[in-house]
Structures are given as C-alpha cells and as structure tokens.
C-alpha cells in the first residue's frame, strides 16, 4: 500500500494543520484524520479510500500485555458508541491509522503510564481478529467498522472541519515533492505560516 515516507508525509500534515488550527485536541482527532487521510489518498493517489469507525484494538507491549482499546467494555465484550470509538482509513483490503504514530499521547493523559512507540499503523484488513480477547502478540490488531456511527460522526463535524480539510488538501504533495508555502487565517487571530511540526515516526507495527 503506501510507502513509509508517504504515510509520513500524510500524518505529518494532518498533524501540523490541526496543531495550528488553535481549535483541535490533535490526539483525539481521530475523525479528523480519517477523513484528512480519506481524502487525501482519493485526491493525491487516486485510491479508493474510505472513512471508517467503530471498536478497534491494538496490542502495543507483549510482555506487559498492553492493550490499546478504543471502544466500551461491556459484559458481552467490547462496542463502540458516540462516547468511546475510533476512526480509521480503509483502501483495498487494507486498514490505515494515520493518528497512530501518537497513540500514545491520549492513554498518558487518562492515567496510564504506557510508553507507546510512535510507529505507522497500516495492516490488511484480512490480518484482523474478531475481537480485542482474541489479540494475544504485538502488533496484532481487532477493527469493527460500524457505518452508522461512522454516518453520525461525519454529520456532526463543523463547518472549521471542513477548513481544514481544504487546508490539508491545498498544502498536501506527494514525496519527494517539497510542500509549498502556505498560511492559515481566520477573523480570530493573526495569520499562521503552515510548518511541519509532527513528532518523528520510529517504525512499522
């Protein structure tokens, strides 16, 4: 699917584009990312790729058994909803989290002292197990998408989402190609140069 400096260039953008916006919790964009990612793999690849949403899980440390889990835990295992889900990329059989070099960021805020590696999350879907019980080695990995709930987060974005998304599709190239010069404004605030600020990616799940 995509080339390491590709995905990095597509997270890094979407990255710094958020932090400038002065609006946007970067570590819990994950719709934002989704539909950034989405859109600029249709417009700058010619991909097929889709927006999707639900419970999704992530074994990141094996010795400890830590699992990343974005869903509710309930008595019949784990759903997601409005309050507890994630959202992702999905293009040819494959899954895309382009949020996931900074995974690590939101457990560290909620209490959970993980050191979670900043790597590219990019996997065949074919490769995913049924449910977050079944992972038992790193890397492994359990997604649901749920289109409703996908159809209810897209519904609720505000005009600013749609900004940025133009914003990310205006500064986007393709590597090598540098990114040109580009700022963002609005009635709010003075005018911001657009720089790549996005933390480095240390390797592959």
């Known amino acids: 699917m995509l080339p390491l400096p590709d995905y990095q260039r597509v997270y890094q953008v979407i990255y710094s584009v958020l932090q400038a916006s002065g609006i946007a919790t970067t570590s819990r964009a994950c719709v934002f990312f989704a539909s950034a990612g989405a859109t600029l793999l ?3 690849y010619g991909l097929p790729a889709t927006i999707s949403a639900g419970c999704m899980a992530l074994m990141v440390e094996e010795a400890g058994a830590q699992v990343v889990v974005y869903g509710r835990k309930t008595d019949n295992g784990f759903v997601a909803d409005l309050e507890a889900f994630h959202a992702w990329v999905e293009c040819d059989g494959w899954l895309i989290d382009f949020m996931a070099p900074i995974m690590g960021i939101a457990p560290r805020a909620d209490g959970h002292d993980w050191q979670i590696p900043r790597r590219m ?3 065949r ?3 995913r197990l049924p449910s977050p019980g079944d992972i038992q080695h790193q890397g492994e990995f359990a997604a649901n998408h749920d289109a409703a709930l996908a159809e209810v987060l897209l519904d609720r974005q505000s005009v600013q989402f749609e900004d940025l998304l133009n914003v990310c599709q205006t500064w986007f190239r393709r ?5 040109k010069p580009l700022a963002m404004a609005d009635s709010h605030g003075p005018t911001k140069k657009l720089l790549l600020q996005a933390p480095s ?3 592959v799940w």
């Open 42 to 44: 249709r417009e700058h």
């Open 175 to 179: 590597p090598p190609r540098p990114l």
């Open 125 to 127: 879907l074919a490769d």
């Open 121 to 123: 999350l990019q996997r």
């Open 201 to 203: 990616i240390d390797g």
